[in-house]
């Protein structure tokens, strides 16, 4: 039985993932914290008997969790993996907009054989459309982003879509392919941004509108022709498998692993 610690369960995430866990025959949920809890808003479908803690600290110590779930914004979830990994607690965070080399340095904090993961996106669907766009990115002339959110993301782009720019980038690079579409400098004056956000060469669009929750296109384009990848993730219950996947596999695992492909049979 793995034990799990679920930080910011008070969040959008929280509401969803924490009854799955909890559902699960294999898991364990020992312990939900949130800064923002007391004890008339903390109840949960299937876990009103759960232990909440304002202080992760007293959590990670009081529960004997093996794994921490942190969705939690970026300067949260930094702190929060200052506390938990050097107790040798294996982490499981799904927070976006976080940079590699941050989880790179806080990894170090560690003891052996703890696993610190991280995912841009837990939606099986996104990680194949990723994985399909890499793919294709060598064979086509130019390429662009499309990511939608609904208007509550705080954050522009979306770690998807960052993730995306980066691996296509990386593609493009090692076969030579060479993006013929204006960058920034065509942008006339006072309309700065109207070619995105460049990521690593490739330009990244973040639309935030209500209506959407999750969704992106990868635009491939040459002379004739152009390709759409497009993935639209409707419901939270979508990072449900992929969540689940992720804590029953770092108990197993050690070291510093990004990405849900490097859990699946690709």
Known sequence: ?????????????????????AAADDLAVVALCDPRATEASHRLPSCEDLPVYTDLGEALDQSGADVMVDFTQPDAVVASLRLALPRGVHCVV???????????????LAPSGTTLFWAANFALG?????????QAAVWFQDVEILEFHHNGKKDAPSGTAAATARQLAAARLAAGVI????GAASE???????RGACVDGIPVH????AGFTA????????????L????????????????????RTVPRRSGLIIGLEALLDF
């Open 188 to 194: 006339l004056p006072g309309y700065a941004g109207a």
């Open 94 to 108: 799904g927070t976006s907009g976080l940079n590699p080399a941050v989880l790179t340095e806080l990894y170090q």
């Open 179 to 182: 993006s013929q579409s204006p």
């Open 228 to 247: 759409t990848i497009r993935h639209d993730n409707t419901d939270r219950a979508a990072y449900l498998p992929g969540i689940l996947l992720a804590v």
């Open 206 to 209: 973040a639309i935030r509108a």
């Open 1 to 21: 039985m793995i034990k799990v610690l679920f930080n910011g369960y008070r969040g959008r995430m929280g509401q969803v993932v924490v009854p799955a866990l």
């Open 126 to 134: 996104a990680v194949l459309m990723m994985r399909l766009a890499e």
């Open 215 to 226: 969704s992106q296109e990868v635009i491939l384009s040459s002379p004739g022709e152009t």
